[in-house]
């Protein structure tokens, strides 16, 4: 039976990617998509948005725009990798695709209390401003999720600062809000995101496919390879966002141990810091699973796979 998840994301280069792994995997139901102001600003992300739906033939899925600033901090966003689009590179069509006339946040709250407990995933690859909220909003959601499976966070190391890696920094109050709820969440971190780098021979599966949603891809990848060598200097980019998808399609592509994790809200040099304790020391419980160690081949396998049902349609 395939996995029912909500997509909340910031489209974004591997926000796209994941999208489309999604939509093309069979063992993910993919009911509803809800964008937060991240990567680029809630407008551009939205619009990124709806034409990855359009590329990808996407159409029979709510998309609806949610929060447009974090809880309580001034706005960034990821210009220097993302460019001024948020989406650049690729040449995007214009949008088919309708939005949805919800907030956000009230499609995830309808979604999910729409079904029975324990049905659906929440896959949040952006700031957690929307998950957040929607527990705020209606906190009887905690129980009816069957889990989070988060791109964020890092146990030994940040990207936008020495400490925090980006989708925490930008909301650290929402992801405290996230990380300290009383559900089941896994953190798909950087430790095992930059195990999921975009070589070329890897960008050369998806160029042999030959449809409009590889080109796409291959077309994302390039100009994301670009400018993670000039801001990070990577010689390949890594596909964060998909690796938590990939989690819930396949939970064996990656490795995963119990840690307690708390986010870092006041530091002056550590703020958005995910601190990860894997011993539990001083008796505290080890609730959140935290991602370490990925199967390479088996993630790709399934992106490529992904990628190449969606250009068959």
């Not at 659906?120 to 957690?128: A, D, F, H, M, S």
């Not at 819930?248 to 840690?259: E, L, N």
């Not at 993630?299 to 349609?313: E, M, P, Q, R, T």
């Amino acid at each position: 039976m395939a996995k029912k998840i909500i997509l909340d994301c910031d489209p974004g280069h591997d926000d796209a990617i994941a999208l489309l792994l999604a939509h093309g995997s069979p063992e993910i139901e993919l009911l509803a998509v809800t964008t937060v102001a991240g990567n680029q600003t809630l407008e551009k992300v939205t619009r990124n948005a709806l034409a990855v739906a359009t590329i990808g033939n996407i159409t029979d899925v709510p998309i609806a725009a949610g929060a447009g600033v974090p809880l309580v901090r001034p706005q960034i966003v990821a210009e220097d990798i993302h460019g001024d689009s948020g989406m650049d590179g690729p040449e995007l069509p214009e949008p088919i695709v309708e939005l949805d006339t919800r907030h956000g946040v009230d499609l995830i709250i309808e979604t999910v209390m729409n079904h029975p407990p324990g049905e659906i995933t929440l896959v949040p690859t952006g700031p957690l401003t929307n998950i957040a909220m929607a527990i705020q909003r209606e906190p009887e959601i905690i129980h009816r999720v069957a889990e989070v499976v988060l791109m964020g966070g890092g146990y030994s190391k940040g990207n936008t600062t020495p400490a925090a890696e980006f989708n925490i920094l930008v909301d650290p109050e929402a992801a405290s809000v996230v990380f300290n709820a009383d559900w089941s969440v896994t953190m798909v971190g950087l430790d095992l995101t930059h195990q999921a780098v975009a070589t070329p021979d890897v960008v050369e599966r998806f160029a042999q496919q030959g449809t409009q949603a590889s080109q796409f891809v291959v077309d994302l990848l390039e100009f994301f390879g670009r400018m993670y060598k000039k801001a990070q200097d990577f010689d390949a980019p890594p596909v964060h966002d998909a690796c938590a998808v990939a989690r819930v399609i396949d939970p064996s592509v990656m490795v995963v141990q119990p840690a307690h994790v708390v986010v870092e809200l006041t530091g002056t040099y550590t703020a958005g810091m995910t601190v990860t304790d894997f011993q539990g020391r001083g008796g505290v419980p080890r609730r959140t699973q935290v991602a370490t160690e990925l199967d390479r081949e088996k993630f790709w396998n399934l992106v490529v796979d992904a990628v190449a049902a969606v250009g068959s349609n």
